[in-house]
């Protein structure tokens, strides 16, 4: 059975930074591709990014590309989001997810969607991320 963990979430204002972690347990987790999600209040789930199984392709919302910055540590079965002068937008709450059919690459290379939510058959509880004006 596949365990995922989020923690990282806080209060916190507007330009500031937080960092999100993720670990998992029961999978091997350097050969997942693996992404985080949000759902923002009264909004639908939003895809964030994807990092294939070695960290080296990422894919960001437009929403957040140059200011999120996704990494992994295959050795501590670790993912992270580094987030960077966050708004009041970016409030919602954070899910890791993984990759469906055990895929080493995001979606995009198997001719689908990165931000589809269907793409990813394992998420985590989430962590909730409050970003004040």
């Known amino acids: 059975q596949v365990g995922i963990m989020e923690s990282g979430g806080d209060l916190v204002q507007a330009g500031k930074s937080l960092r999100l972690s993720c670990t998992t347990s029961g999978l091997r987790f350097g050969d997942h591709a693996m992404g985080w999600f949000r759902q923002g209040p009264g909004k639908g789930f939003e895809g964030v990014s994807c990092t294939d199984r070695r960290g080296r392709e990422s894919y960001y919302s437009n929403s957040v590309k140059g200011r999120f910055t996704i990494s992994r540590d295959n050795t501590r079965n670790a993912l992270y989001l580094e987030m960077n002068r966050l708004v009041p937008e970016d409030t919602g709450t954070y899910f890791c997810?993984?990759?469906?059919?055990?895929?080493?690459?995001?979606?995009?290379?198997?001719?689908?969607?990165?931000?589809?939510?269907?793409?990813?058959?394992?998420w985590g509880p989430g962590t909730q991320v409050t970003v004040s004006s």
């Open positions: 997810v993984v990759v469906r059919n055990s895929r080493l690459f995001c979606p995009p290379t198997y001719g689908d969607r990165w931000d589809d939510g269907s793409q990813y058959d394992n």
